[in-house]
């Protein structure tokens, strides 16, 4: 693991950071990091994930951050319960790309569990690579149980495939339209 703020955590912040080449993911959050703030960072060819959160991580801001070339997802949010899974969270103005090697699908964002109230406003998710290298195939994938995710003014640029999928069996979701490819 590269920066790993863990149990019981509150209103850290964690800026101008460099993480990489880790064996799991660059940023992980565990056990109630609550109310922190993540700007301006660097987190790229981990072995996982760029950014990882989970059990009750909820109410934090990600800020400007740039996420590339993670084995499988830029920003992963791990599958849990509803009591436990990292809701209420904020991404604006980061940067996505690159994520997900050859054999195996990649993802800008991926969001499992009963992840409830996230906001996805104002990033950039792309895939720049090409042919079989370009493995980002979804920018933003919402599994079935994630509930009221609100994307927003995001950019979808280069190989990413499908730039929403949204899987989620809620109404909840507001999902604009993608803007670019």
Do not use: M
């Amino acid at each position: 693991l590269g920066i790993h703020l863990g149990t019981g955590a509150l209103y850290g912040l964690v800026r101008s950071n460099r993480v990489h080449d880790n064996g799991q993911d660059g940023l992980f959050l565990c056990w109630r990091v609550q109310h922190a703030r993540y700007e301006d960072n660097r987190s790229w060819n981990n072995g996982q994930d760029g950014i990882s959160l989970g059990h009750k991580d909820t109410d934090n801001t990600f800020v400007r951050n740039v996420v590339t070339g993670n084995a499988r997802a830029g920003i992963y949010f791990r599958d849990e319960r509803e009591r436990n899974a990292a809701s209420r969270n904020v991404f604006r103005e980061n940067k996505i790309a690159d994520n997900g090697r050859p054999g195996g699908p990649g993802y800008g964002v991926r969001i499992e569990g009963e992840t409830k109230n996230l906001t996805f406003a104002s990033n950039t998710i792309r895939d720049t690579r090409q042919g079989p290298q370009a493995t980002q195939t979804v920018g933003i994938y919402i599994g079935p149980k994630a509930d009221f995710v609100v994307c927003e003014q995001n950019l979808f640029e280069g190989g990413t495939q499908q730039a929403i999928v949204n899987e989620s069996r809620s109404d909840h979701n507001r999902v604009q339209q993608p803007t670019g490819q």
